[in-house]
């Protein structure tokens, strides 16, 4: 079964979470601080994280950050903070999904469910045909592992979130190829994201502030815009 470590201080939304999650099959760790959401992100290896901003021993972005230093189970927000900057910061930290307070519980299934998808699905689409891209590519700016599923910039890793990583490697393995919108939103998110267009203009400028030099003139990720993405190696 999949195990959801449920991250909230409020004690009456973490029970709901914890009784719906379980009635649905899902194995539930539940923590109401920070601290304790390391320690059974570390003893229990979570595949997906709830996540609460508003933690009583640290802010919810710094334990983004903190968990990703060494885990890269998929981080979903459940936030009262409705403002695009906390959204921005929470998912440059390296959250892959974010949803507002109050939220519906079957939106909160179904986005569960495409990330628990993404997870258990090998991205077969993703993967090159012979001779579409090496297994290293390297631009002047950066450089893309597709075996090792690393990045580096100059002389750093640059971390990527499990969502940022799905789109560059299908962006990659098709390079010069206009991928459509459609499809980058079916195969990294699920087919019932096919319209949310705002998932890829968000999750694309975080890659590009990551690897271009100038990410208000991309030279390596390209948007044609109404149509779609491309790599330009």
């Known amino acids: 079964m999949t195990r959801v470590l449920v991250v909230e201080d409020d004690a009456q939304l973490a029970r709901a979470l914890t009784i719906n999650l379980k009635a649905r099959k899902y194995d539930v760790d539940a923590a109401d601080d ?6 059974l992100a570390a003893t229990e290896q979570p595949d997906v994280i709830l996540l609460d901003l508003g933690l009583p021993d640290m802010d919810g972005i710094d334990l983004i950050r903190a968990l990703r230093g060494w885990n890269r ?13 906390d959204k921005i910061r929470a998912l440059d930290a390296g959250a892959d ?4 307070k109050p939220f519906s519980m079957d939106e909160l299934l179904a986005r569960l469910r495409a990330a628990t998808r993404r997870i258990e699905e090998s991205p077969v689409q993703a993967r ?4 579409a891209a090496a297994a290293v590519v390297t631009t002047d700016e950066f450089t893309v592992d597709l075996v090792g599923k690393k990045v580096r910039r100059g002389d750093r890793d640059v971390r990527l979130t499990p969502t940022e990583w799905h789109l ?10 206009l991928v459509s919108q459609q499809r980058l939103l079916k ?11 705002n998932y890829l203009r968000v999750y694309m400028a975080q890659l590009r502030r990551k690897l271009e030099a100038d990410p208000s003139h991309p ?4 948007t044609e815009p109404g149509m779609g993405y491309r790599f330009e190696a």
Do not use: F, H, Q
Request: proline share 10%.
């Open 34 to 39: 920070a601290a304790a959401a390391l320690r």
């Open 97 to 100: 999904d974010y949803m507002t």
């Open 128 to 131: 090159p045909s012979p001779g």
């Open 73 to 85: 189970a998929p981080v979903l927000v459940l936030s009262a903070r409705s403002g695009s900057e």
């Open 168 to 177: 560059l490697e299908i962006l990659i393995c098709n390079p010069g190829v």
């Open 219 to 222: 030279r390596y990720l390209i």
């Open 187 to 197: 195969e990294v998110w699920g087919p019932s994201y096919s319209t949310k267009t």
